[in-house]
């Protein structure tokens, strides 16, 4: 039964709720970072931090509305991201009890919050408002808790007892770097640990549902297994519904082309995004392409849905290392481009311009080629861009400054200064 309260308190409740929604993202943020460091098994796989993110935003935002709204508990109801992520953590051998500790960890930051408010707008009903905000809090913690535990055990026993669940399970000991035979793990998996290794995750676009998405990722693997050439075995392990790992074995080190890539993509068809990794060989350069190919991934998540296709860690190895402290990132990038770091749709063609221009060897027609615009525009973009920066004239300031363009080119306004008219 849902807990009433008098008119007051009630109105109380629901100016604090509306305070907490307006920093919402902040407190999401906040949470995030929290349950990551207290649970470190939630932090260890960026496709998990992704999905555990997602989880606790959307219970931030239903918590918010079941204490402003009055509804029964009989009428709570788990957010699907927060089902998707629990099934996501079965499929990756994590137990239930990280899971229900996250909701506690999340649980206490929110009721931290809250309760400052309680204090604060409370006057004589801060005790009623306390003890509603508790009681409304733990009801929807306890109604998730189990709605998510389900899904989890449910997940769980699914997975332990499918081809997929046992190629997962061989995967993370190899990726944790855990003694295994490696007869007994190619044999398990059908897949030789030797050679030569290529590494790619890989997404399917947010319209497609979930009977698609597997048939669109099998697709992939094999439109890829054509490109690559002469692939002796390729393996593919879900991560989600939407999203899989994928090795592909080949006889020798190659280059991988994105660009290629994106064409095999185009004329299949294929609603998929993707991240590759370089060539690495034997069980440490399968280890080693997993890595790669889950730091572009993450360059692609910051970047936002409007990125490239294929992204190649070879094209962003510098842009992911530096991007592994985004906050750290931003400040370097407002520190080499100054005004020119301001996220609006000028500072965008300035950027690029001044970006190709350096890449080109400071070739103004090289450049105007490539940009398919006149050399004289590049030559006024160019000198508007340093003004802006305020220029760079050494060896490492030169180097400085194209790193700095390169993180914009990639992550966007995840590295960007807000446009003060735009706030």
């Given at each position: 039964?849902?807990?009433?309260?008098?008119?007051?308190?009630?109105?109380?409740?629901?100016?604090?709720?509306?305070?907490?929604l307006?920093e919402?993202?902040?407190?999401?943020?906040?949470?995030?970072?929290?349950?990551?460091?207290?649970?470190r098994?939630?932090?260890?796989?960026?496709?998990?931090?992704?999905?555990?993110?997602?989880s606790t935003?959307?219970?931030?935002?239903?918590v918010?509305?079941?204490?402003?709204?009055?509804?029964?508990e009989?009428?709570?109801?788990?957010p699907e991201?927060?089902?998707?992520?629990?099934?996501?953590?079965?499929r990756?051998?994590?137990?239930?009890?990280?899971?229900?500790?996250?909701?506690r960890?999340?649980?206490?930051?929110f009721?931290?919050?809250?309760?400052?408010?309680?204090?604060?707008?409370?006057?004589?009903?801060?005790a009623?408002?306390?003890?509603?905000?508790?009681?409304r809090?733990?009801?929807?913690?306890?109604?998730?808790?189990?709605q998510?535990?389900?899904?989890?055990?449910?997940e769980h026993?699914r997975?332990?007892?499918?081809?997929?669940?046992?190629?997962?399970?061989?995967?993370?000991?190899?990726?944790?770097?855990?003694?295994?035979?490696?007869?007994?793990?190619?044999?398990?998996l059908?897949?030789?640990?030797?050679?030569?290794?290529?590494?790619?995750?890989?997404?399917t676009?947010?319209?497609?549902?979930?009977?698609?998405?597997?048939?669109?990722?099998?697709?992939?693997?094999?439109a890829?297994?054509?490109?690559?050439?002469?692939?002796?075995?390729?393996?593919?392990?879900p991560?989600?519904e939407?999203?899989?790992?994928?090795?592909f074995?080949?006889?020798?080190?190659?280059?991988?082309?994105?660009?290629?890539?994106e064409?095999?993509?185009?004329?299949?068809?294929?609603p998929?995004?993707?991240?590759?990794?370089?060539?690495?060989?034997?069980?440490?350069?399968?280890?080693?392409?997993a890595?790669?190919?889950?730091?572009?991934?993450?360059?692609a998540q910051?970047?936002?849905p409007?990125?490239?296709?294929?992204?190649?860690?070879?094209?962003?190895?510098?842009?992911a290392?530096?991007?592994g402290?985004?906050?750290t990132?931003?400040?370097f990038?407002?520190?080499?481009?100054?005004?020119?770091?301001?996220?609006?749709?000028?500072?965008?063609?300035?950027r690029?311009?001044l970006?190709?221009f350096?890449?080109?060897n400071?070739?103004?027609?090289?450049?105007?080629?490539?940009?398919?615009?006149?050399?004289?525009?590049?030559?006024?973009?160019v000198?508007?861009?340093?003004?802006?920066?305020?220029?760079?004239h050494?060896?490492?300031?030169?180097?400085?400054?194209?790193?700095?363009?390169?993180?914009t080119?990639r992550?966007?306004a995840?590295v960007?200064?807000?446009?003060?008219?735009?706030?």
């Amino acid at each position: 039964m849902a807990h009433a309260g008098n008119g007051s308190e009630v109105d109380v409740v629901e100016r604090i709720a509306q305070t907490i929604l307006d920093e919402r993202d902040e407190l999401v943020r906040h949470l995030s970072t929290e349950i990551r460091a207290r649970v470190r098994v939630l932090g260890q796989d960026a496709r998990l931090r992704e999905l555990a993110d997602a989880s606790t935003s959307d219970n931030v935002s239903a918590v918010l509305e079941f204490l402003r709204n009055g509804a029964d508990e009989a009428e709570v109801r788990a957010p699907e991201r927060a089902l998707t992520s629990a099934r996501a953590l079965a499929r990756n051998d994590i137990p239930a009890s990280a899971l229900i500790r996250a909701y506690r960890i999340g649980q206490t930051g929110f009721l931290d919050v809250a309760m400052r408010y309680a204090v604060e707008f409370g006057g004589a009903d801060t005790a009623a408002v306390i003890m509603r905000i508790v009681h409304r809090t733990s009801t929807y913690i306890d109604q998730v808790c189990e709605q998510v535990g389900v899904a989890h055990e449910q997940e769980h026993e699914r997975w332990v007892g499918s081809r997929g669940g046992l190629r997962q399970r061989w995967v993370n000991r190899l990726l944790d770097g855990a003694a295994v035979d490696i007869g007994e793990a190619e044999r398990a998996l059908q897949y030789p640990l030797t050679g030569h290794h290529l590494a790619a995750t890989a997404w399917t676009d947010p319209q497609v549902g979930t009977a698609t998405a597997a048939d669109v990722l099998d697709q992939l693997r094999t439109a890829l297994a054509g490109l690559f050439g002469r692939v002796h075995r390729t393996l593919l392990v879900p991560v989600d519904e939407h999203e899989a790992r994928l090795w592909f074995s080949v006889p020798r080190a190659i280059t991988v082309d994105a660009r290629a890539i994106e064409r095999v993509l185009a004329e299949r068809e294929l609603p998929v995004r993707m991240a590759i990794s370089g060539c690495a060989a034997g069980v440490t350069g399968f280890r080693q392409a997993a890595g790669q190919a889950a730091r572009a991934r993450r360059i692609a998540q910051l970047g936002g849905p409007g990125g490239e296709r294929v992204i190649s860690y070879a094209d962003v190895a510098a842009t992911a290392l530096m991007a592994g402290d985004i906050e750290t990132l931003r400040e370097f990038v407002a520190e080499q481009l100054g005004a020119l770091a301001v996220d609006n749709q000028r500072n965008l063609w300035l950027r690029d311009t001044l970006r190709v221009f350096l890449a080109r060897n400071n070739s103004y027609a090289a450049a105007a080629q490539e940009l398919a615009v006149h050399r004289n525009t590049v030559q006024y973009r160019v000198r508007q861009a340093l003004n802006l920066v305020g220029s760079h004239h050494t060896q490492d300031g030169d180097l400085h400054l194209r790193l700095a363009l390169q993180a914009t080119h990639r992550l966007g306004a995840a590295v960007l200064l807000p446009d003060a008219a735009h706030r």
